[in-house]
Nanobody
Framework: QVQLVESGGGLVQAGDSLRLSCNASGDINGLTSMGWYRQTPGKQRDFVAAITSGGNTKYLDSVEGRFTISHDNAKNTLYLQMNSLKPEDTALYYC?????????WGQGTQVTVSS
């Protein structure tokens, strides 16, 4: 089992920055990738960014160039640096960790961007 705990969400204005953190614990040695997803009420959970165990990254087109995903192996912590935030980035952001056989989710952290 893997436990994920997110932090760093909040209420900001358009153009501001936030950094989300996700601390992983448990059986983390078998993880192949980690990432961030977001969800707004009544909609499906959407992919935002991911990083593989080899360091390859992938982003949703609308956040490319504004968001940066990174991982600190020593701290077992995943980050999402979000710059130039827009109101449409408002959502509940979830941390995800994947192994070959399982997917794990955190409890989510709310990001609200006011115009």
């Amino acid at each position: 089992q893997v436990q994920l705990v997110e932090s760093g969400g909040g209420l900001v204005q358009a153009g501001d920055s936030l950094r989300l953190s996700c601390n992983a614990s448990g059986d983390i040695n078998g993880l192949t990738s980690m990432g961030w997803y977001r969800q707004t009420p009544g909609k499906q959970r959407d992919f935002v960014a991911a990083i593989t165990s080899g360091g390859n990254t992938k982003y949703l087109d609308s956040v490319e160039g504004r968001f940066t995903i990174s991982h600190d192996n020593a701290k077992n912590t995943l980050y999402l640096q979000m710059n130039s935030l827009k109101p449409e980035d408002t959502a509940l952001y979830y941390c995800n960790a994947a192994s070959w056989t399982k997917n794990y989710w955190g409890q989510g952290t709310q990001v609200t961007v006011s115009s």
